[in-house]
């Protein structure tokens, strides 16, 4: 075999594991990624069900039940939609009805998202920028909001 064969078959071993593990590396990062959605869209079925998500919006007044031990119940809404949310969990200090929300987990086949972690808005003024982009009026073709 001559030393050009030999390098070239080095060559295109080194494409093929590098090809491999950028294969391996994507894959994993794909996986750990959770995309943000707002009620609406996961009223209409835009989000996917079986992968982790991010459902923003503000908590709906007086949809705040307590369960069992620690599981909590409530709505989310962004003005358009509602989701109903199911937490089981300590809720974090300043979580209350009327406030921005983040909760991070999957929606479940009766459409109730089943919350892993929930994130309240840390002062008054603050709210992520997903969550106020969400919040806008929606127009429709005539240009008036719904």
Not at 28 to 50: G, H, M, R
Request: aromatic content about 8%; cysteine-free.
């Amino acid at each position: 075999m001559k030393a050009r064969h030999k390098r070239f078959g080095f060559l295109v071993v080194g494409l093929a594991v590098l090809g491999i593990a950028a294969f391996l590396v994507f894959r994993a990062l794909d996986s750990n990624l959770s995309y943000f959605y707002s009620a609406s869209e996961v009223a209409y079925n835009q989000a996917p069900t079986n992968h982790v998500i991010r459902l923003g919006g503000m908590v709906v007044d007086g949809s705040l039940k307590r369960g069992e031990g620690l599981t909590v119940h409530f709505s989310v809404t962004d003005n358009a939609s509602k989701v109903k949310v199911q937490y089981t969990g300590i809720l974090p200090d300043l979580f209350q009805e009327g406030q921005g929300v983040i909760a991070q987990g999957k929606l479940n086949n009766d459409g109730v998202f089943v919350a892993d972690e929930v994130l309240a808005k840390h002062d008054e003024t603050y709210m992520p920028p997903e969550v106020a982009d969400s919040m806008k009026p929606v127009k429709t073709s005539e240009g008036q909001t719904p």
